[in-house]
């Protein structure tokens, strides 16, 4: 059984940052990617950002240039620093990990950018 928890999450002012973390745990895990998601309130989720096992990355366009996807392959570990937050980053982030076994989801971190 594989286990993904996210970590991180919390109030920010506009322009602030934070760093997310999602861990994925479990036997026999070989990770081809590891991606962030996130879902604001009635809107569908969207892809953020993921990071493959070649070390290619893929950004959504609203947060190019802000936000950065990193890894710790040995800790199956993957981050998003976002920095410049923006109101409409208020959102539930998701941490998706694609392995050999199948598509895993942790529970969900709130972010929420408000003044």
């Known amino acids: 059984q594989v286990q993904v928890v996210e970590s991180g999450g919390g109030l920010v002012q506009p322009g602030g940052s934070l760093r997310l973390s999602c861990a994925a745990s479990?036997?026999?895990?070989?990770?081809?990617?590891m991606s962030w998601y996130r879902q604001a309130p009635g809107k569908e989720r969207e892809l953020v950002a993921t990071i493959r096992i070649d070390k290619t990355v893929n950004y959504g366009d609203s947060v190019k240039g802000r936000f950065t996807i990193s890894r710790d392959i040995a800790k199956n570990t993957v981050y998003l620093q976002m920095n410049d937050l923006k109101p409409e980053d208020t959102a539930i982030y998701y941490c998706?990990?694609?392995?050999?076994?199948?598509?895993?989801w942790g529970q969900g971190t709130q972010v929420t950018v408000s003044s």
């Open positions: 998706n990990i694609n392995s050999r076994v199948g598509l895993h």
């Open positions: 479990g036997r026999s895990l070989s990770i081809y990617a």
